[in-house]
């Protein structure tokens, strides 16, 4: 990481890395745990809306202005993305998908980040460590897909599972693009806090109509939620939702969009492990070289800012 900006404190912006890198690893374990007791359309809407909506009563405890068309529209687009498009293709296809492997090929959010992020282009893509660790993450990620869909076209679920490939590929180019609309777009003196909430009901208002269309309402029963369903889908709405996303929003304003999307890479060590240790899951040699290129990939993207960021603390030093 760089330094810290002035205008934020740099235990803040490390407590901030750590929330989204840890909890935001867990929540695909939690995701597929609450999935036991919801289906997912109703998981999606009953957690976004619960957690914006309580975020949303906190911002009007401390006085915040809350209704601003033009911030609430910004808000929804990038809520709609990330949320709706990327985060509800990940709930949707962790019913026949291990976590693990959802979190590892979600990792390539943060190829999408260099290739999208237009402003940086200048700097991501003139520099060839940049390049090289997009090439060689995309590799990574091939090496995911390849025996995955080997297997997909191999038993009686062949059919959702190569579909649930194919939204994988398009599940993180939402969350990218959603994630820069929102860091440039957004007023940089709006409350982060507001913003994340009304993100969070879009999402959620969002996720009503497929539970509609898909008639989960009239299979579904609210007295038959397990307990443990109840504890994981609480989880996500504390933890993952208004934690690690209002961590998350915040870390994109005061944080390179390349810089955040280190968490991408995170994330899936963190998911592994809760897989291996808590469930029957197992992660193949194979998917395990396409996990430390994929990893090696972030610090080649990231390496002229690591050189940078060193440079400038020994300047700093001999001053």
């Not at 994988?168 to 994630?179: D, E, F, K, R, T």
């Not at 909430?197 to 996720?207: E, V």
């Not at 029957?280 to 972030?298: A, D, R, Y």
Request: hydrophobic share 55%; net charge positive.
């Amino acid at each position: 990481m760089t330094a810290p900006t002035k205008s934020s404190s740099p235990m803040m912006v490390y407590l901030a890395f750590a929330i989204v890198y840890i909890v935001w690893g867990s929540t695909y374990f939690f995701i597929q745990k609450a999935l036991a007791g919801f289906p997912p359309f109703i998981l999606g809407s009953f957690r976004f809306l619960i957690a914006g909506g309580l975020l949303i009563l906190w911002c009007l405890f401390k006085g915040e202005q809350i209704f601003n068309k033009k911030n609430i529209r910004i808000a929804a687009v990038g809520g709609i993305l990330m949320l709706g498009l990327a985060n509800g293709i990940v709930i949707w296809v962790e019913q026949f998908i291990p976590s693990g492997l959802v979190a590892i090929m979600v990792a390539s959010a943060a190829i999408w980040f260099v290739i999208l992020d237009k402003p940086k282009w200048k700097e991501n893509l003139t520099s060839k460590s940049t390049l090289a660790g997009v090439i060689i993450g995309f590799i990574g990620v091939i090496l995911l897909f390849a025996e995955q869909m080997l297997h997909s076209l191999n038993t009686q679920q062949s059919t959702k599972e190569v579909i649930g490939m194919g939204l994988l590929v398009l599940g993180p180019i939402g969350w990218a693009g959603g994630s820069l609309y929102a860091k440039y777009k957004t007023d940089p003196n709006s409350s982060v806090a507001v913003n994340t909430a009304w993100q969070m009901i879009a999402a959620g208002l969002l996720f009503i109509p497929g539970s509609i269309f898909s008639s989960e309402y009239l299979t579904f029963k609210w007295s038959q939620v397990s307990l443990d369903a109840w504890i994981s889908i609480g989880y996500l709405i504390i933890f993952g939702s208004i934690a690690a996303f209002s961590a998350y929003v915040w870390l994109l304003k005061v944080r390179s969009a390349t810089q955040v999307s280190t968490y991408a890479y995170v994330n899936p060590v963190v998911a592994i492990l809760l897989s291996l240790s808590f469930t029957n899951e197992k992660i193949t040699f194979i998917q395990i070289i396409g996990l430390f290129v994929i990893l090696g990939s972030v610090l080649l993207i990231n390496l002229v800012k690591y050189r940078s960021s060193a440079k400038d603390l020994q300047l700093t030093r001999y001053k």
